[in-house]
């Protein structure tokens, strides 16, 4: 049998997504995830070694459409954890009480005309961390200058040898 690498990366895709999709709902599921990539790792490897037969190596730049739906799960990920947060869990009663009630039964709401403040409040949240996760993204660059430098200099050098290898052959 030939490998398909597709499957594999679709695990990996949807166990990221439910880990950063709903982080705020349970935390400890990005450990239960480094157990499982672990484990489906050494399974890869046993497959890769033992049963199916090695792809090619292929060069490529970057892991394609894996990419944009890693980075479109991340920012989405900031939507679902800001409503967790805002309408689930009791974090905001916490930091701003004067929001909420609490009913005969012992739920907790929001406060009379004080619900169009908490959504307003989640979802400027929710544009702070955009705006926050974007700066960070323009500011870190890709590829780190040391790296930069490096690229340049073995391009430079393959170029010269270029240069030298099509003098002596004229």
């Known amino acids: 049998d030939v490998y398909e690498s597709f499957d594999d990366c679709m695990e990996i895709l949807i166990q990221f997504g439910y880990v950063t999709l ?40 970057s892991i394609g459409m894996w990419e944009d739906l890693l980075n479109g799960m991340v920012w989405l990920s900031v939507l679902t954890n800001c409503l967790l947060f805002g309408f689930t869990s009791n974090q905001m009663l916490q930091y701003i009480p004067d929001l909420y009630m609490q009913n005969e039964e012992g739920e907790t709401l929001p406060a009379e005309g004080k619900g169009r ?38 391009v430079y050098l393959l170029d010269l040898h270029q240069a030298e290898k099509a003098k002596k052959s004229e």
């Open 22 to 61: 709903f982080a705020s709902a349970y935390p400890l599921a990005s450990i239960a995830m480094c157990v499982s990539v672990w484990i489906e790792i050494r399974s890869d490897m046993f497959k890769l070694t033992k049963l199916v037969q090695k792809p090619p190596g292929e060069r490529t730049s």
């Open 117 to 154: 403040i908490i959504i307003l409040l989640i979802f400027a949240i929710e544009r702070v961390l955009i705006l926050l996760g974007l700066i960070l993204t323009k500011w870190i660059p890709s590829v780190s200058t040391e790296l930069s430098i490096k690229l340049r200099r073995r």
